[in-house]
């Protein structure tokens, strides 16, 4: 495929306090990764958080983005990814965009249509059908854009009413700050082909075959099939992200998988070649992401804050290639 030169992001949610979070985004920066990114998860331990199984979050993100932008210089801030229905959406572009300005244009701007029903629910929040979701998505997503040209608003529809204003401030970034969309589903990353500069892709699950007896490689080839699909001639453009779900630099892989298969309880097998898996050392790894790239077109991968200084190998051979 012929796809953008590769780059880096770290996804990181938590630090003790302010030093800890400064240490943190300068190490990120100082290592090479391009950008650094929270998530957008508000619950803390209790029998929700158990249910929805979602990882420890500390921070909010919008206040842990802008600190790291005024303690780095170069590095690129953003949020994998901002939940629609957790931000009121004129407030959001606003925030965004502000974000930008203060930034001098290092915003990267994920944002999807949530996912996480246990986590809505404990939130108070009602958690709507996929379809209404994503239509909601789509018209926030104009809304932000629209916001960020800097025109009187005029975006009226079923879920976005807002109008008799023009956005400010406007964003450093011109035409826009790129705007990442996430999901796994036709739908969602359809839009995310017609309207995003990044398509995060959602990992694929870990089963032998999907319900359509698909095997997990071609699950993502039909992911990124959606997406080339309603990109059109946009797609040699876009970056393509995914985080691998499992990580581990290591010269003894196979006990690493034979670890993994006895705590989650998936083969071995299906882990070894599987999509979201990076497993084994960097000069493995590293061939590994190449292929990927070639075959599924990820040429920008994000990894967790447990992996920042193991994974930075990887960073200093394959960044800008």
């Not at 930008?100 to 990267?108: K, T, Y």
């Not at 997406?227 to 040699?236: D, L, P, S, T």
Request: charge should be negative; include cysteine; hydrophobic fraction near 40%.
């Amino acid at each position: 495929m012929d796809r953008p030169p590769f780059r880096f992001g770290v996804q990181a949610t938590n630090a003790a306090g302010a030093r800890a979070w400064r240490d943190t985004v300068r190490r990120v920066e100082d290592l090479g990764y391009t950008t650094l990114f929270l998530a957008d998860h508000y619950l803390g331990p209790g029998p929700a958080q158990r249910e929805a199984r979602t990882p420890r979050q500390d921070l909010a993100p919008i206040a842990a983005m802008a600190a790291a932008a005024a303690w780095t210089e170069k590095l690129r801030i953003g949020c994998r990814v901002f939940c629609i229905d957790y931000h009121v959406p004129a407030v959001l572009a606003k925030e965004a965009a502000t974000l930008d300005l203060l930034s001098d244009g290092r915003l990267e701007l994920g944002i999807g249509a949530g996912w996480s029903e246990v986590e809505y629910t404990a939130m108070g929040l009602d958690f709507d059908s996929p379809g209404r979701r994503i239509a909601k998505l789509a018209e926030v997503v104009a809304l932000i854009k629209a916001h960020w040209r800097g025109e009187e608003l005029d975006c009226s529809g079923e879920f976005v009413d807002v109008h008799g204003y023009a956005g400010r401030p406007r964003p450093v970034q011109q035409p826009h700050p790129p705007i990442m969309i996430g999901g796994g589903g036709r739908r969602v990353l359809s839009l995310a082909g017609r309207e995003a500069d990044i398509v995060s892709i959602s990992s694929v699950p870990f089963v032998a075959r999907d319900a359509d007896g698909l095997d997990p490689q071609a699950v993502a080839q039909r992911r990124i099939g959606f997406v080339r699909a309603a990109a059109g001639e946009r797609f040699a453009r876009l970056d393509v992200e995914s985080s691998p779900y499992f990580t581990e630099i290591t010269d003894d892989p196979e006990a690493v998988l034979a670890r993994l298969a006895q705590s989650t309880g998936i083969s071995s097998e299906l882990l070894r070649d599987h999509p979201n898996v990076l497993i084994g050392s960097p000069e493995r790894i590293v061939e590994t992401l190449d292929s990927r790239r070639e075959t599924l077109g990820v040429n920008y991968v994000t990894v967790q804050q447990s992996q920042i200084e193991s994974f930075a190998p990887v960073v200093a051979h394959l960044y800008g290639r």
